[in-house]
């Protein structure tokens, strides 16, 4: 029999009542709270001519500044939505600060970017000069400005605010005046820059407004260069800066479902199959150091210290939404499911509130928390926006029928009719529903059944009669309500082990709802992040892969779940015993997440593989203090790179060509250094490579054409106990070969 689709809740008809997502939900409000309004504010006061205070740290006066007010704006606009009193009146004090900064430009412009209005002059008159993470110079202006964008948006949408309505309004007329002059090819050179999620906050308002000029001003920023290969069914994502696409793809998911193109729908269709079925983890991440892995090889995966960064699993969580809405698949919710349960909530430290940027999957290696004063990352922010919509899926209506999607501990309030589910998952297992009526009722309550359910098991007992899960995975349970109803649910957890899809033998231990991991205590680690330009990298020593237990099915079957959550892998001859925990539960302490897997009897041979890969790191990694990767957006940007000239591109690894003078900067936390390692790539015809330590050239040489190594300089003429590396790399204007990375070092061991 098929169903009707459903329409999914919105955020003002459900709240979180209990469990573990509330409690994340209302540490990031208080979080969000404690901000202080006039530093959030001090950029846009700054670019607009008002006076104004200091404004916050980090990267919120590294370039960036303001992006972080744009998040804190879409938080509290969906807090406020499911009632917040405390949240609305901040929201509208940040708005009313806006609003000044608005009417003092007075063209509709409203941003932090420093020298913000003069850019768009300079775009207008002609002078393009896009990389991939600056425009004309200035740090993602338009990811920054779409942060704002979204902000006074969600405001009038989410929480109905007038104010928010207003700023929006005028600050999207504006965006339309700027483009209106543009050709397309102009348009498309601009978008070589990160431009966030411009296309998706457009299409939205369009639809919030009924206005179609907006849809069509998102149409020309949906990124052609994108959606073609995409919507054609090709898959260009190996080595793409993750969360540059991942938004983008949501803008095209929100035009499909403004009927603005089939290409579209196809597009974010082909993105959703190749993230989802070929590059995500089991915690529902999908990166390494930013960027996509190549789909058949995972094997950075699990042997970098960045792995999945916190956004990209935030923004995949808005694209599931939206094709949810668009296609009504079960699977888009079972990813919802698990990218909460499993990344998204243990991100956020559950005392301080602090956020992760990025998870390592390298066994033995651990998370760094942002500080409250410094840590404004784009991980920070997401992390504040996503607890306030950790329900935006959680329910959904048809005439007739009422869906429960996700079971978070919420309540959902249509028209007089109350459900509301209760339990600690993903912590626990088991679930109650609660339906409230005022009179008699007859409807159907669809419950999806969770995955990692033993569907044979599995029951909901309504008054004595038990229900099973039917074939499509939901419980469908059709009565005539009276007064309040509970139905529980019994949910038995099946233990099963999630594979690397690359074959790359690295898996997973899930348990029900819960992924698990090891808990390390030693050797310690300081779990607050720096305040370093970088400090949002672990920076704990590395431990050597094959320290970490290899697993095998027999362990899985000898597994002791007596526990509740912890489940015991008791020891063998060959390794100690395994006490697993929920990785949400997990803080603080370094881990075990991905585990080196072997078939039964075939360890020895694991292993060894393990221990030729420690041993070809070590002489490399165990050396390097600090490497910046070229071509790669975050890497580039952390390490201060500025161009002059350049090209760059993907070959099996990213490279950058510099035709003329460039710096960048490496940190020597421990004033080690003795060597600068610069790899390149091959090239038909001879390069020439100058090389500088501040303003003394130490090498320039041509490197001969099919010359694809490296060399490294000796710097004992530099190192004078010096923290900061200023190094300058020149092309002379013919182009340096396709530098790969540069990695400062310490002396190699005798």
Not at 260 to 280: K, L, M, P
Not at 300 to 328: I, Q, S, Y
Not at 480 to 509: C, F, I, K, Y
Not at 603 to 631: H, N, P, W, Y
């Amino acid at each position: 029999m098929s169903e009707t689709a459903a329409e999914l809740l919105p955020l003002a008809a459900v709240a979180l009542t209990n469990g573990p997502f509330a409690a994340a939900q209302q540490r990031a409000l208080r979080t969000a709270l404690d901000l202080d309004p006039e530093r959030l504010l001090a950029p846009f006061r700054r670019e607009a001519g008002l006076a104004t205070g200091p404004g916050y740290g980090g990267w919120e006066s590294e370039g960036l500044d303001g992006h972080t007010l744009g998040h804190v704006l879409s938080a509290l606009s969906a807090h406020a939505a499911g009632g917040s009193a405390a949240a609305r009146e901040r929201l509208e004090l940040l708005l009313t600060g806006l609003r000044d900064c608005q009417v003092a430009h007075g063209t509709g412009y409203v941003g932090g970017v420093p020298d913000g209005v003069a850019l768009w002059s300079e775009i207008e008159n002609g002078r393009i000069d896009a990389q991939t993470f600056d425009l004309d110079g200035r740090w993602v202006p338009l990811y920054n400005l779409h942060k704002t964008l979204t902000g006074v948006i969600d405001a009038a949408v989410y929480a109905n605010s007038a104010l928010g309505r207003t700023v929006a309004a005028e600050f999207v007329e504006w965006w339309l005046r700027v483009f209106a002059p543009l050709g397309d090819a102009d348009v498309e050179m601009v978008l070589r820059t990160e431009s966030g999620g411009l296309a998706a906050s457009l299409g939205r308002w369009s639809q919030f407004t009924d206005d179609e000029r907006p849809g069509g001003l998102a149409v020309r920023l949906a990124v052609r260069a994108l959606w073609e290969p995409l919507a054609a069914g090709r898959d260009p994502l190996d080595g793409l800066h993750a969360n540059a696409q991942i938004p983008i793809v949501v803008g095209h998911a929100v035009l499909a479902g403004l009927g603005r193109g089939e290409q579209f729908a196809a597009a974010a269709r082909t993105f959703w199959e190749s993230v989802t079925r070929h590059r995500t983890t089991s915690i529902g991440g999908n990166s390494v150091r930013e960027h996509f892995p190549p789909r058949d090889d995972w094997s950075t995966m699990f042997t970098a210290r960045e792995g999945p960064e916190t956004c990209n699993t935030v923004n995949m969580v808005e694209l599931a939404r939206e094709l949810h809405r668009l296609d009504g698949g079960a699977e888009h919710l079972a990813y919802i499911d698990r990218a909460l349960s499993a990344h998204v909530l243990s991100a956020q430290h559950p005392d301080h509130g602090g956020i992760v940027y990025f998870t390592s999957h390298r066994p033995g290696h651990h998370r760094v928390y942002s500080r409250r004063e410094t840590g404004f990352w784009c991980c920070m922010g997401t992390g504040l926006e996503a607890p306030a919509r950790f329900a935006a899926a959680a329910f959904a209506q048809a005439p007739g029928r009422v869906d429960v999607n996700l079971l978070v501990g919420a309540r959902a309030q249509l028209e007089d009719v109350v459900v509301e589910t209760e339990t600690d998952r993903p912590f626990g297992d088991d679930a109650s529903i609660h339906v409230s009526v005022p009179t008699p009722r007859s409807f159907v309550l669809r419950i999806r059944l969770p995955e990692g359910v033993d569907a044979g098991t599995a029951e909901a007992l309504v008054d004595g009669t038990a229900y099973r899960p039917a074939p499509d995975g939901w419980f469908r349970i059709d009565r005539t309500w009276t007064d309040r109803t509970t139905v529980r649910l019994t949910l038995p957890p099946v233990l099963r082990v999630e594979a690397a899809p690359d074959g790359s033998g690295w898996a997973t231990l899930v348990d029900g709802p819960r992924v698990l991991a090891e808990r390390l205590t030693h050797p310690a680690v300081d779990p607050l992040a720096t305040d370093a330009r970088m400090g949002h990298i672990a920076r704990g020593a590395l431990l050597p892969l094959a320290a970490a237990p290899i697993l095998t099915p027999e362990d899985v079957r000898s597994a002791d779940r007596s526990g509740g959550p912890v489940v015991v892998l008791p020891a063998t001859p060959t390794r100690r015993e395994i006490v697993l925990e929920p990785f949400a539960s997990l803080h603080d302490d370094r881990y075990i997440l991905a585990f080196p897997f072997a078939s039964d009897g075939d360890a020895a041979t694991r292993l060894t593989a393990l221990l030729a890969e420690d041993a070809r790191a070590d002489e490399l990694d165990s050396r390097t203090i600090d490497a910046v990767t070229f071509g790669q957006q975050q890497p580039e940007s952390d390490h201060a790179l500025t161009l002059a000239g350049t090209e760059s591109g993907y070959n099996a690894v990213h490279w950058r060509r510099f035709l003329g003078p460039s710096t960048f900067v490496l940190q020597d936390w421990g004033a080690s250094a003795a060597t600068l390692r610069v790899s390149w790539l091959s090239d038909a015809v001879g390069r020439r490579m100058i090389v500088g330590i501040g303003d003394d050239v130490v090498i320039d040489r041509i490197i001969d054409a099919g010359d694809g190594d490296g060399m490294e300089i000796d710097l004992a003429a530099y190192a004078d106990g010096r923290s900061r590396w200023v190094v300058v790399v020149d092309g002379a204007g013919e182009g340096t070969p396709r530098l790969t990375e540069a990695r400062l070092m310490s002396a190699a061991v005798a």
